[in-house]
Structure formats: C-alpha cells, structure tokens
C-alpha cells in the first residue's frame, strides 16, 4: 500500500507508542486520525505535529470502552476523509495488578480498554474497508501475551484476546483486508522501573538492550506499505525476548 493520500487512525495516538506510529505514517504521506480520551492536549500537539509534516490532522475523542461512542467516531472520520485505509489500535491500559489485589474493576477496565475497545474499532472500520477492496488492520500486542507475567494478569488475558481477535479478523476480513499486530518488548519502561530491574528484563532479552517505540513504528510502516501478503501474523518486534517464554 502506497500511504500517499490515504487516511490512518490511530488509537492513542496523542503519547507515547501511538504518537510515534501516528508520526510515521504521517512522514509516508497519510492524513491522521489522532484518537485519545482523556489526553486531548497531547492529541491536540500531535495533531500539530502531523500539520507541520503537510498532512492533515483531525483530533476525535472517544472511550473505547464504550461501542457507540466508538461508532460515532468511526463514522464522522470516515465521512470527513472520504474513507480510511489503515487502523492501528495503539491505545491501551498497562499497570500492575498483583493477585490478591485485583478487584473486579481492574478486570473490566483492562478487557474492556485493552481488547474490547480494538474490536470496536475493526468492528466498524473492517467491513467498510472490505467493501472497498483494501485495507490494513494492525493491533499493538504484547510478548505477555505468550509470557503470562502473574503481577499483570488481566494485561496479559486481554493481549492474548488481541492475537486471538487478529486471527480472527485476518480470516473474516480476508482477501481485501490485511490484519496483523505487533507483540511488542520491551520499548518502554514501566512507571517506577529503578536500573536494577531494568538490568534484570534486559537479562532475559537475547539482543541485551531495550528498544523504542520507533522499532514499533517502523515495524507498522513495513506491515502497511509492504505486508500485502501478510495476515493473521503477530510479529515479535521485543529484542527475541518471545525466544525465551
């Protein structure tokens, strides 16, 4: 797929990993849906961002935890840009949550944010693209969906149900649409990682160095510009990290 003049969204696209994916495909030549919830300021300067590169920006608002909400998103950016050729589902909830600790909150809120809400999302946006004859779907996952870490269970249920829904999506969705994720390592420390737990992940990663949240961007680029025969997959982008799961 050639990104000139077509249109991505992207979830949680105003910090972090969503920011950088938003800036990549905006540096190939696509206008960007900046989603976010609750971070509209940041959605608004990478909204600013994307401008400066001449593309187009629009910043849409939207609990992905809520279906219609998602809906109505969904279809004002598909009415505004004539159409959306790639989704990339980067908005996610991530902390810690030790057994005997987890309330039946903490379940709900991580299901329905991490995996409900990307279903959504591909709910609505995949058949139109199919309907079209192209497009590209691709989920940001994580290695704990293999590793199963016990402190973040309901983290690493719900990154499962993403493998899970993109094999799905890939088959239903088949041959006109495109549908993948990224089981992403290592990219970003946790909130209150010191340098002796960061030395010790990094003993259990074979290439011995974290990488960034532009080795995720990068890897989305590649699935959307060069993946046309890609679908179903979950590509490692974590240093080997899944080597030793």
């Given amino acids: 797929m050639n990104l000139n003049g077509t249109a991505a969204l992207v979830t949680g696209a105003g910090r972090r ?11 190939r030549g696509a206008d960007i849906i900046v989603h976010c919830y ?29 279906w219609n909400a998602v809906e109505s998103l969904c ?8 159409g959306i050729e790639v989704l990339v589902n980067s908005a996610a909830v991530y902390r810690r949550t030790p057994l005997g600790d987890i309330a039946e909150s903490d379940w709900d809120e991580m299901l329905d944010t991490d995996l409900k809400g990307p279903f959504a999302f591909a709910r609505f946006l995949g058949p139109r693209m199919k309907e079209r004859g192209c497009g590209k779907i691709i989920s940001i996952s994580d290695t704990a969906a293999r590793m199963i870490w016990p402190g973040y269970i309901p983290y690493c249920v719900a990154k499962a149900g993403v493998d899970a829904m993109t094999r799905g999506l890939a088959r239903a969705l088949a041959p006109e649409v495109q549908v993948n994720a990224i089981a992403a390592g290592t990219v970003l420390w946790p909130d209150g990682f010191d340098a002796h737990q960061q030395e010790q992940a990094l003993g259990h990663v074979p290439l011995r160095r974290a990488g960034s949240p532009a080795d995720i961007a990068r890897a989305v680029c590649f699935l959307v510009e060069h993946g046309d025969y890609i679908t179903g997959a979950v590509l490692p982008v974590d240093g080997g990290r899944h080597l030793e799961g």
Avoid at 17 to 23: N, P, S, T
Avoid at 40 to 59: H, I, S, W
């Fill in 75 to 82: 279809r004002q950016a598909w009415d505004t840009f004539g």
């Fill in 38 to 66: 609750q971070s509209r300021a940041d959605a608004e300067e990478t909204a600013g961002q994307v401008n400066r590169l001449g593309r187009r920006a629009m910043v849409l608002s939207a609990d992905q935890r809520d």
């Fill in 17 to 27: 990993i969503g920011r950088v994916i938003a800036l990549a495909l905006a540096e």
